[in-house]
């Protein structure tokens, strides 16, 4: 795992900056395929400036034994260190793992809440006393069905809109 860039041989200003599992020869030729068949915005702004052989590609890290996420976090803080122009966005880490720990952050940070609402009973028009947890599986059980007048969830009140203050 590396991170590298792509660097303007007569000004030394580094142009774009990435990250790659691949040995950097092996990237800079995926990047030389795309930048002929399949333009990417980087590679449309290596063609308008100078072309292909005006750049040169350099490993700026090595970062053995490291996952993705990781190395893209690396990545992202070099971009935002060097704000190489041609990179288009800074990479937005979204991995699974990510959003399971947000949710049990948010679970541990507002379980008492979170248990004490689920636990509120709630009178549906059936005449089931239902916890506030159960009321989606309520509203599909027989019972409910068989027992309610319209065989369908009460719907919920209108929201009257508050007075405008215009007057």
């Known amino acids: 795992m590396r991170t590298y860039s792509i660097t303007h041989k007569a000004s030394g200003v580094i142009v774009y900056i990435g990250s790659t ?3 950097l020869c092996e990237r800079k030729a995926n990047h030389h395929y795309n930048y002929k068949s399949r333009p990417h915005p980087v590679h449309h702004k290596l063609k308008e400036n100078d072309g292909w052989d005006a750049y040169e590609f350099k490993t700026i ?3 053995p034994g490291i996952s993705r996420v990781e190395l893209l976090q690396i990545e992202s803080n ?5 704000n190489p122009p041609y990179n288009t966005q800074v990479n937005t880490i979204r991995t699974k793992d990510i959003y399971n720990q947000y949710y049990k952050d948010r679970y541990a940070k507002n379980k008492s809440l979170i248990n ?4 509120e009973r709630y009178t549906c028009e059936c005449g ?10 309520h509203f ?4 409910h069905i068989n027992a309610s007048p319209s065989g369908e969830p009460p719907q919920e009140p209108a929201v009257e809109p508050l007075p405008s203050l215009l007057g």
């Open 116 to 119: 004490a609402k689920a636990g």
């Open 140 to 143: 599909k059980s027989l019972k």
């Open 78 to 82: 070099l971009i935002k260190q060097h």
């Open 21 to 23: 599992h691949q040995p």
């Open 128 to 137: 089931a006393d239902v916890r506030h947890g159960e009321k989606a599986r």
């Open 61 to 63: 890290s090595e970062h």
